[in-house]
């Protein structure tokens, strides 16, 4: 199982940039799929999370202006991101528990990180 992330790129504040983040392989099921970042200097943090059903989460910082989807036919999370700040700028990651088919357990698995900056 891979997760693979796409979007990131510089923007302008008050931009909009759309992050997406494609689980591939063999897979049962996907319970959680989460969007982190993390600054320099600071520690990685989470952003949004979306479950299987439909729940959202989202850190105080981006209500609002971000928007966490998913498609469950293609394994796919998606992050929305308008009015975009200079802190937002960060490497954002996505996450998803999901379960391997042949495997009874759930694994956390992390993308590669994708760039994000937010600058005039």
Not at 81 to 86: A, E, G, H, I, W
């Amino acid at each position: 199982v891979q997760l693979q992330a796409y979007g990131g790129g510089l923007v302008q504040p008050g931009g909009s940039l759309r992050l997406s983040c494609a689980a591939s392989g063999t897979i049962f099921s996907v319970r959680v799929m989460s969007w982190y970042r993390q600054a320099p200097g600071k520690q990685r943090e989470l952003v949004a999370a979306i479950t299987s059903g439909g729940s959202t989460v989202y850190t105080d910082s981006v209500k609002g202006r971000f928007t966490i989807s998913k498609d469950n036919a293609k394994n796919t999370v998606y992050l929305q991101m308008n009015s975009l700040k200079p802190e937002d700028t960060a490497v954002y990651y996505c996450n998803a528990d999901i379960r391997p088919e042949f495997s009874m357990r759930f694994g956390t698995y992390w993308g590669q990180g994708t760039q994000v900056t937010v600058s005039s």
